[in-house]
């Protein structure tokens, strides 16, 4: 049979082989250390279990509304108003099936075929990927290392062309953990309004910061930019919730209503429970995510400084998620490897160390590294990593 032109677009995730071999060395017995997760190696909270059980108890086990129960519609619309000083209605906002399924949706719903969707390098892998899904062109801006992976207004400006509906921004960032400050968002802000360019803002990482810099929600520096931004977000980073699979998106009614209609013929609704979990999740109090947070930056602190101490790897320290994406080019080099994705397949294999190659994430000079595991096993993983390197110098 032959597939859909759609599905031929597709690029593999650049982490399918190294996962798969580190799952087959683990398989085999041997202590690998996975550096490669996405996601919080804590469990939900027990107050969102309970409600998740007691919801199920109750009988709270059918169809909702396809944008999300009105409970939970508001809990966020309350979040947005206490952490982003933002208003929204009920109207403004659809629960969906994890933040990715927003995404998705999103674009299926702006994009015609050929139109463009900046995207700057380095990015999250799913991004290109959706674009092209819906018949977009992804376009890359390389968010280059020395200015801490952020991109210039300038950079912007210069690749928006009739056919650019959107921009993503994603701060904190994955894989970079990299964060746009507030003079940062208006500059930006600003050229996509001059050109009528939608701001899509994904803010999946909010809750983990680890500097003085406030997270701060482009949407809420003006009203001009409310109405030009949909908004990103979900518990699954924040809460340690990504299987309930609940997320969200804030914006226009003009879009978050064709949203809801698309989202009713693809998933129907998002899972009752994980609905009722994350309403609980937002209602009650706060103190595992802070001690979730402050635990991440413990490992941080350390794994950085351990990272910076081996020779041909330099990094730039992050100010949020739960990544740390050094350069490893030097290291490469050094070692005899002719690309980054040769070098971490021989430090799988030799050290069991699984480390995510930056190909995939349009930086192919750089590694991802997730600080979502022990403090033990991270600083295992850095002697390993700086055994190979210095086993491997000519």
Same mark, same amino acid.
């Given at each position: ?6 599905v031929k ?6 982490t399918l082989? =190294?996962?798969? +071999?580190?799952?087959e060395?683990k ?5 690998v250390i996975? #550096?490669?997760a996405?996601?919080p190696?804590f ?18 086990t059918?169809y909702?509304?396809?944008? $999300?129960?009105p409970a ?5 619309i ?6 982003n000083? #933002?208003?929204?209605s009920?109207?403004n906002?659809?629960?969906?099936t ?5 995404l998705?949706? #999103?674009?299926?719903v702006?994009?015609?075929k $050929?139109?463009e969707?900046i ?6 892998? @799913?991004y290109?990927?959706?674009? +092209?899904?819906?018949? $977009?062109?992804p376009? %890359? ?7 801490? %992976?952020?991109v210039t ?5 210069k690749?928006i062309?009739?056919?650019t ?6 701060s904190?960032s /994955? ?5 746009y400050?507030?003079q940062?968002?208006?500059k930006?802000?600003?050229?996509? #309004?001059?050109?009528?360019v ?5 803010e999946i990482?909010e +809750? ?5 810099d406030p997270?701060?929600s482009v949407?809420?520096? @003006?009203?001009?930019? &409310?109405?030009?931004?949909?908004i ?6 924040s809460?340690?919730?990504t !299987?309930w699979?609940i997320?969200?998106?804030a914006g226009?009614?003009?879009?978050? &209503?064709?949203m ?8 129907? /609704?998002p ?6 979990a994350?309403?609980?999740?937002y209602?009650a109090?706060?103190?595992p995510?802070e001690d979730m947070?402050?635990?991440f930056?413990?490992?941080l602190?350390?794994?950085y400084?351990l990272?910076?101490? =081996?020779? $041909?790897?330099?990094?730039v &320290?992050p100010k949020?998620a739960?990544?740390? %994406?050094?350069?490893?080019q030097?290291?490469v080099?050094?070692?005899g ?7 971490a397949?021989?430090?799988?294999e030799e050290?069991?160390v ?5 190909t !995939? ?5 750089n590694v991802?590294?997730s600080?979502?595991v022990s ?10 990593? &700086?055994? %190979? ?6």
């Amino acid at each position: 049979m032959e597939l859909a032109n759609r599905v031929k677009t597709l690029t593999p995730s650049a982490t399918l082989a =190294i996962t798969a +071999k580190a799952n087959e060395l683990k398989g085999q017995g041997h202590d690998v250390i996975g #550096l490669g997760a996405g996601e919080p190696d804590f469990n939900t909270p027990t107050y969102i279990l309970d409600a998740a059980e007691e919801a199920m108890r109750n009988g709270l086990t059918k169809y909702t509304p396809s944008g $999300g129960i009105p409970a939970l519609k508001q809990a966020i619309i309350e979040k947005f108003a206490r952490d982003n000083g #933002l208003t929204y209605s009920s109207d403004n906002v659809i629960v969906t099936t994890g933040a990715k399924h927003a995404l998705y949706t #999103l674009f299926q719903v702006i994009l015609n075929k $050929g139109d463009e969707v900046i995207v700057p390098a380095p990015y999250w892998v @799913s991004y290109p990927e959706q674009v +092209k899904l819906a018949e $977009g062109t992804p376009v %890359f801006i390389n968010a280059e290392e020395e200015n801490n %992976f952020k991109v210039t207004p300038e950079q912007l400006r210069k690749v928006i062309t009739p056919k650019t509906k959107a921009v993503v921004i994603n701060s904190p960032s /994955n894989p970079t953990g990299m964060m746009y400050n507030r003079q940062e968002l208006q500059k930006l802000g600003e050229v996509c #309004l001059e050109h009528n360019v939608l701001m899509v803002s994904d803010e999946i990482y909010e +809750k983990l910061i680890y500097s003085d810099d406030p997270h701060v929600s482009v949407a809420a520096l @003006s009203d001009e930019f &409310k109405a030009n931004t949909i908004i990103i977000n979900g518990v699954s980073k924040s809460h340690a919730m990504t !299987g309930w699979r609940i997320g969200y998106a804030a914006g226009p009614v003009g879009i978050i &209503k064709p949203m809801t209609s698309l989202a009713s013929h693809s998933t129907s /609704n998002p899972t009752s429970i994980a609905q009722y979990a994350a309403l609980a999740a937002y209602r009650a109090y706060e103190q595992p995510v802070e001690d979730m947070r402050r635990v991440f930056s413990e490992r941080l602190d350390v794994l950085y400084e351990l990272l910076n101490d =081996i020779p $041909g790897i330099s990094c730039v &320290k992050p100010k949020g998620a739960f990544y740390l %994406f050094p350069n490893v080019q030097n290291a490469v080099k050094q070692t005899g490897y002719d690309t980054v994705d040769d070098w971490a397949k021989a430090l799988l294999e030799e050290e069991k160390v699984a480390l995510v190659p930056g190909t !995939g994430f349009g930086a192919p000079e750089n590694v991802r590294l997730s600080y979502a595991v022990s403090m033990d096993a991270l600083k295992e993983a850095a002697e390993r990593i &700086k055994r %190979f390197v210095e086993n491997h110098q000519s």
